[in-house]
């Protein structure tokens, strides 16, 4: 059965990777402009819940993933809007975004479906789907069928986007001018503005492109991961993104590295629950989902000394007359 878990345990860090990934790529793209994004976590929530609203009332996934999409993307002009235009403090918006986002999801489940703060449960029809549905559950005694189909084939799009996404966005910023624009805005805005460009333009093309990715994020939560929103469903995704994001430097495939290492972990915590093992006993429920959130702040202890953030992060521009 060696085959099963090996398997099980792959097929289970790549889904679990996946919010995190599009949450961390989100927050890579606006931190290598010079935006701190602490908001990521409020974000995906809010688009979480657009994204299970939505599509639970008008039975369509294409909707679910647009409503996703368009919040997140509002939420990040109102991040622009604060910290771009207004020169406004980067941290205490981002703060402010997870304070509202946490409080209006409830509310507006309240209001609008009054189930406690839960949307109602997404059909069958609406959810996204393995793309090979053959492949759904390990295959006992083969190799192939467990690890290769049930493993790395058993996803629905949005695992495999996010995937590649990670490329996309190395090309982007390394190999295209409007990558290397972004980022050289991100580590000297005034030489860009003395190329001509406009600083807030490319910040806040970051911060939609940011919206589009946390938005793809929440949509995963409610349209593939679970199967309705509930209140507080991001469980500190947000912030563990953006530790992997730290941890891998503000480069696009170590922080897939970073991410596929909390997804890996949270996978085994999920197993280890009610295990024993030799000389130790039953490990605690508690400490086995603690697991993740000690890893964030351990790396974070552990390597923000060492790692360079862009030189002009958090540090609003003011033009020279």
């Not at 509202?100 to 309240?110: F, R, S």
């Not at 189909?149 to 190999?175: C, K």
């Not at 941890?247 to 999920?270: E, R």
Request: net charge positive; with cysteine.
């Amino acid at each position: 059965m060696d085959e099963v878990l090996i398997g099980s345990v792959l097929a289970s860090t790549l889904r679990v990777t996946t919010p995190l990934l599009f949450a961390a790529l989100a927050g890579l793209l606006s931190e290598r402009s010079g935006v701190v994004d602490i908001g990521l976590e409020g974000k995906m929530l809010a688009a979480a819940f657009a994204a299970a609203a939505v599509a639970s009332v008008s039975h369509s996934t294409g909707f679910g993933l647009l409503a996703a999409i368009g919040v997140a993307i509002g939420m990040s002009m109102v991040h622009g809007f604060a910290c771009v235009t207004h020169r406004g403090d980067q941290v205490v918006s981002g703060v402010a975004l997870n304070m509202v986002a946490a409080g209006l999801t409830v509310v507006l489940g309240i209001a609008w479906f009054a189930q406690g703060g839960q949307t109602p449960p997404i059909d069958s029809a609406q959810r996204l789907t393995g793309l090979l549905p053959q492949w759904s559950e390990p295959v006992p005694g083969s190799w192939f069928g467990s690890v290769v189909g049930h493993g790395l084939l058993s996803h629905n799009v949005l695992v495999y986007l996010a995937f590649a996404l990670v490329a996309v966005v190395w090309f982007f910023l390394e190999r295209t001018r409007p990558g290397l624009r972004l980022r050289a805005v991100g580590e000297n805005p005034a030489m860009v503005d003395a190329a001509g460009v406009s600083v807030p333009r490319l910040r806040y093309t970051a911060l939609v492109l940011n919206g589009v990715l946390c938005g793809l994020g929440g949509a995963y939560l409610t349209l593939a991961q679970n199967a309705s929103f509930s209140p507080n469903m991001t469980a500190g995704r947000g912030f563990i993104a953006l530790a992997a994001m730290i941890f891998g430097k503000w480069k696009p495939v170590p922080t897939l590295f970073a991410c596929l290492l909390f997804g890996f972990l949270d996978a085994v915590a999920i197993r280890l629950q009610g295990v024993s093992l030799p000389g130790i006993g039953e490990v605690p429920v508690q400490l086995i989902q603690a697991l993740p959130y000690i890893l964030t702040v351990v790396l974070l202890a552990g390597f923000i000394g060492q790692a360079i953030a862009p030189k002009a992060l958090s540090k609003p521009y003011v033009k020279e007359r």
